[in-house]
């Protein structure tokens, strides 16, 4: 470095008056003189050599001489060096030193002339500067591909002329007619709007379109940028299709009692994450849980994240779990030799009533079963008492009121690839009542436990329903059931529950995929240990808030089935199917379809009673309104 080199400092040309040490005292200018005749200013400063990088050796006669010079001519020069160093449009030339370049360009080039070749080469499309290199006080100049000066060049046009391109965007999305894949960027803005992550849409505005979210649903069907069968309702309820992040570990080594015998985890063929699993040892029934509360500590980040969620997720595309993924293998029953469990031990009368609740930390040998295998084997040695007790608790709770509702169900499959629907009933054996009964007796233990003991609890309760004098038979009467039943509500006082027939109930036996099921968990395990309980209104808070998210997610879920439903509806418009007229209202009649589990309304018809059996085929099918008209096959 000498004394009148030319540096780069903070982007500005300057050179070097004096070197003193490490020191270096350097000129630049700060302002600029102007053609109104305002003088330029400049400014001295001491500064050490890592502030800087050096533009040429020198001597520079002066910083005014250096910062005058103007050569129009170096344009061409380097556009003409550019197409000497690149060698095709897309494969990118090698880095160059910015003195090679300059000698390139201009032979030999003195001082006075760097800043400006510098300065011109810093804007021209042609090249880049090397941030790495430039990092490390080095200028190396990177010559662009043909592609990149393009997309520059593009992005210079759209910016000089942005209101002509949009003006023309916005009269080919009134004409329905975009330019793709082009025009899907500027269509973000609708989906954002159509998903419910922004409340306005200026573009929908300008052509003209209504801020509504099922015709911008439509809008974006129209013009192709959704396929038919987008599914946006998880999105609009504020749920990822993806399953929470947060690792919870290894079950943790705690003391555990070892349960012995087998236990049967009975799902679903179609059920990934068992989470119960029932025995009997000929004087106690056991109910066995997956135990993620041994890892997931109230107001932990994962417990908030599962609040923010409320439950696990489980529409046709899959499940977006409330736990993570990963959790499984270690918390989920069955999927190894042995699990570990929140374990509820019951002793019952001969009537099915409950004399004794007992909680357990346990190790437990548990088999899966599907609900047919174990259909199969009701009549087994292990299986049969646990079906007798089952009975005994349905008749027990018939007794008290509990409300019997049989409306049929359906499994939705979408194929991930091909987006193929298809729509099956799900079948119901005796094993699906029994697996239903050993849950409800577990959540009856759980909550007089909780009441016995004095523990800020979850509990479940619901109103008696109002049934008028004649219900009908079939699938009317079922209806007529449906609707008068009553809202539940979960709260920290213990009150009947109407609709199973029980004085004491909780939900305890899905913490896998419920967030009050967790809290529950947390709760008694905190008991059994002598640990802090979780006060009443903390409990509330948490269970309310969970409570709330579940709601939304039921909603994304039962949307998300309509939406399957009606895009398997058009995928197979030549299908017919059976309806029965379960309600009339004047000169409507609203059928049920139990191969579909849909309702349809006829309207203007007179000639039908309640449980008559039509023919029906598909009409007319809406999206984004999510309705569809059925025709009666004649």
């Known amino acids: 470095m000498n004394k009148n080199s030319l540096v780069l400092y903070k982007n500005n040309c300057a050179i070097v008056n004096e070197i003193e040490n490490d020191k270096y005292l350097i000129k630049f200018c700060t302002q600029p003189a102007t053609p109104t005749g305002k003088k330029a200013v400049y400014s001295e400063q001491k500064v050490r050599e890592k502030d800087f990088i050096l533009l040429h050796n020198g001597p520079a006669s002066s910083l005014e001489k250096v910062l005058a010079f103007e050569d129009l001519s170096i344009n061409s020069q380097i556009e003409e060096i550019y197409e000497l160093l690149i060698s095709d449009e897309t494969t990118a030339a090698a880095p160059i030193s910015f003195e090679e370049l300059c000698e390139l360009i201009r032979g030999s080039f003195s001082a006075e002339e760097c800043w400006f070749v510098y300065s011109t080469l810093s804007q021209d499309i042609h090249f880049s500067v090397s941030s790495d290199d430039f990092k490390n006080g080095k200028i190396v100049f990177v010559p662009r591909t043909q592609q990149e000066i393009d997309s520059i060049n593009q992005k210079k046009f759209e910016k000089e002329h942005e209101a002509e391109i949009r003006q023309a965007f916005i009269q080919r999305l009134k004409d ?115 135990d993620p509360a041994s890892s997931v500590a109230p107001d932990s980040v994962i417990d908030i994240a599962a609040r923010n969620r409320g439950t696990t997720l489980y529409i046709p595309e899959g499940a977006s779990r409330m736990l993570c993924e990963s959790c499984l293998e270690d918390y989920a029953l069955g999927l190894k030799q042995y699990s570990s469990a929140l374990s509820f031990r019951l002793k019952l009368d001969e009537n099915a009533e409950i004399q004794e609740c007992k909680i357990f930390r346990t190790h437990v040998n548990v088999k899966r079963l599907t609900y047919k295998q174990a259909e199969e084997q009701k009549d087994s040695e292990e299986l049969k008492p646990l079906f007798e007790i089952a009975r005994k608790n349905l008749e027990k709770r018939t007794k008290n009121g509990a409300v019997t509702i049989q409306m049929p169900e359906v499994h939705i499959y979408v194929d991930k690839e091909t987006k193929k629907v298809s729509v099956e009933p799900d079948e119901k054996y005796e094993s699906n009542a029994m697996i239903q009964e050993m849950m409800l007796l577990a959540g009856e233990g759980a909550a007089r436990f909780a009441f016995e003991n004095q523990i800020p609890f979850p509990f479940v309760s619901q109103e008696s329903p109002n049934f008028p004098e004649n219900v009908p ?99 197979n418009p030549e299908n017919q199917y059976e309806g029965f007229c379960i309600d009339l209202k004047g000169k409507d009649a609203l059928f049920l379809i139990p191969s579909l589990d849909m309702q349809t309304t006829l309207q203007n018809t007179e000639d039908f009673k309640l449980n008559d059996k039509v023919l029906l085929k598909m009409s007319k099918v809406d999206i984004p309104e999510q309705k569809v008209m059925f025709s009666i096959v004649r």
């Open 473 to 571: 038979e079939g699938w009317a009467g079922q209806f007529a059931k449906v609707k008068c039943m009553r809202k539940r509500s979960v709260g920290i006082t213990p009150a009947p529950h109407a609709g199973v027939g029980l004085s004491f109930y909780s939900q305890v036996t899905s913490p896998l995929r419920r967030y009050g099921d967790l809290v529950a968990h947390q709760q008694l395990r905190a008991f059994i240990k002598g640990e802090r309980l979780i006060d009443k209104d903390e409990m509330l808070m948490r269970i309310s808030a969970g409570d709330a998210a579940s709601l939304a997610a039921k909603k994304a879920s039962r949307l998300s089935d309509t939406h399957w439903k009606l895009v398997y509806l058009l995928q």
């Open 176 to 290: 329905k007619k975009l330019n793709l894949p082009d025009d899907a960027m500027l269509m973000g803005e609708v989906e954002a709007f159509a998903l419910c992550k922004t409340e306005k849409s200026k573009v929908l505005q300008e052509a003209g379109f209504p801020l509504d979210i099922e015709k911008a649903h439509q809008l974006l069907i129209d013009t192709q940028i959704w396929p038919f069968t987008k599914n946006p309702y998880p999105t609009r309820f504020g749920f990822s299709f993806d399953s929470a992040k947060d690792a919870l570990g290894a079950m943790p080594e705690e003391e555990r009692i070892e349960v012995p015998g087998f236990a049967y985890a009975i799902d679903g063929e179609h059920s990934t994450d068992p989470d119960d699993a029932v025995g009997y040892d000929g004087e106690y029934v056991w109910v066995h849980i997956a």
